[in-house]
């Protein structure tokens, strides 16, 4: 029988990454219900709270050994087992969870907008809520900071009452994909920067999100490595120009 420690901090990141510390686990093989996932406030809709997390510990089981990782990253870099996959749930909970995050997401998008409808896509993976509205860019904000802070908050409203976390998406207009082609863009251009200078270079004002996705598509680039450095707002992925690569590069 397994036994559980909890572990709080300022969010899921910073406690995850407490957890793996504390019992030497790697991120990826750290196994934890989330019982909360904190606010700072979104909108005001939401109080500030303290994430918290229950992390099962099974005791006759070998720990596995500690695997060297970018802690910094941590946020990028969740454990698969954070996320529940909408097939391994009952329909009856998959369908009242699909009806709470589009009613949820239905007021917010009348409260910023009008005209718009919600279509919800369920995937093995995950929930995706799609947005039709005449008025995108509204909804999108500034680097996609809108979209991002209605996501999080009906995530919020789809998981209250589950004991693991579903994965939902909210998009607009093909806004992800969109912003997944430039931020591929981007990585190759600015990954192309540092192998040439053979010095770091920056990309700042980039959400959780997309600089798990900038990771993602240079993690097999051998020739380079990235790190997210900072805190909140001014959190940024740095990527680092491995040794010997600016060296061997061709004239």
Known sequence: ??????????????????????????????????????????????????????VAIHEKEPRTPAIKSDPSSA????????????????DENIEEALNIGKNVLQRIVDEISTGGTISVEKNTDRILFNIQNENAAILIGKRGQTLEAIQYLVEKAVNRQNKTRLRVQVDIAGYLENRKNYLKQLAERMAQKARSTGKPTSVGQLNAHDRRIVHLLLKNDTRVRTQSIGDGFYRKLVIFPKKNSHKNKTP
């Open 75 to 90: 946020a990028e870099k969740l454990p698969s087992a954070a996320v529940q996959p909408a097939n391994e749930m009952p």
């Open 1 to 54: 029988m397994p036994s559980y420690l909890e572990f709080e901090g300022k969010s899921i990141e910073n406690v995850t990454e407490k957890a793996s510390k504390k019992l030497k686990i790697p991120l990826e093989a750290l196994k934890y219900d989330v019982i909360s996932y904190g606010s700072s406030g979104i909108f005001g809709l939401v109080g500030t709270k303290k994430a918290k997390i229950r």
